[in-house]
């Protein structure tokens, strides 16, 4: 059974950083994509960033771009988020998302509040 536990989450200063963590386990963490959503009050769940498992190419979302960067430890079957330059708008439940050609599979989201 995979499970995807992310921690890392907090309130923060806007202009401020945070590191979000997701471990994985039940799963060939190297055969995963894994990807960081959000979703703020009243809104849709969004995707935020990408690490894709077979390049290590990475994608994000133009909101986030040059401030937050996707990472991969595979020693540890861990991904992280490293966000800077926090905004008022990146205040969200943060959702670590690992999926492969016939898995898709959800942790159960860090909180990031920013205040200004």
């Known amino acids: 059974q995979v499970q995807l536990v992310e921690s890392g989450g907090g309130l923060v200063q806007a202009g401020g950083s945070l590191r979000l963590s997701c471990t994985a386990s039940?799963?060939?963490?190297?055969?995963?994509?894994m990807a960081w959503f959000r979703q703020a009050p009243g809104k849709e769940r969004e995707f935020v960033a990408s690490h894709v498992h077979k390049d290590g190419s990475t994608y994000y979302a133009d909101s986030v771009k040059g401030r937050f960067t996707i990472s991969r430890d595979i020693a540890k079957n861990t991904v992280y988020l490293q966000m800077n330059n926090l905004k008022l708008e990146d205040a969200a439940v943060y959702y670590c998302?690992?999926?492969?050609?016939?898995?898709?599979?959800w942790g159960q989201g860090t909180q990031v509040t920013v205040s200004s």
């Open positions: 039940g799963l060939t963490f190297n055969q995963y994509t």
């Open positions: 998302n690992a999926m492969s050609t016939y898995d898709d599979d």
